[in-house]
């Protein structure tokens, strides 16, 4: 499967941005967690949300909890990363993973098999 994220950009400081993650040769349905992660310059890469297909639950990071929601579209083989109230401590690549991560590992980027290429978020104050 191939991963091919979008819908990053410049955004001012309060502002919203939706990122999508649309999969390719494979469907979404094969993995057991879909997540997005973050990379800002010179540091590592980070857990921002998760979806986990048994149970349909939701994780996310203290640092976007409450202004973020990550959810899927399986008619469109796409997962969704939705971000409000953006800060420019969001600034970041944002990458999209699939994999199949047990319960203990869903914020682990280790456990994510596939990645997409990421896309640029970027907030000014």
């Known amino acids: 499967v191939q991963l091919q994220a979008s819908g990053g950009g410049l955004v001012q400081d309060g502002g919203s941005l939706r990122l999508s993650c649309a999969a390719s040769?494979?469907?979404?349905?094969?993995?057991?967690?879909l997540a997005w992660f973050r990379q800002a310059p010179g540091k590592e890469r980070v857990f921002v949300a998760a979806f986990r297909k048994s149970g349909g639950y939701t994780y996310y990071s203290d640092s976007v909890k409450g202004r973020s929601t990550i959810s899927r579209d399986n008619n469109k083989n796409t997962v969704y990363l939705q971000m409000n109230s953006l800060e420019p401590e969001d600034t970041a690549v944002y990458y999209c993973a699939a994999g199949n991560p047990i319960l203990s590992s869903i914020r682990s980027a280790r456990a994510y098999t596939t990645w997409g290429q990421g896309t640029q978020v970027t907030v000014s104050s």
């Open positions: 040769g494979r469907t979404f349905s094969n993995y057991g967690g």
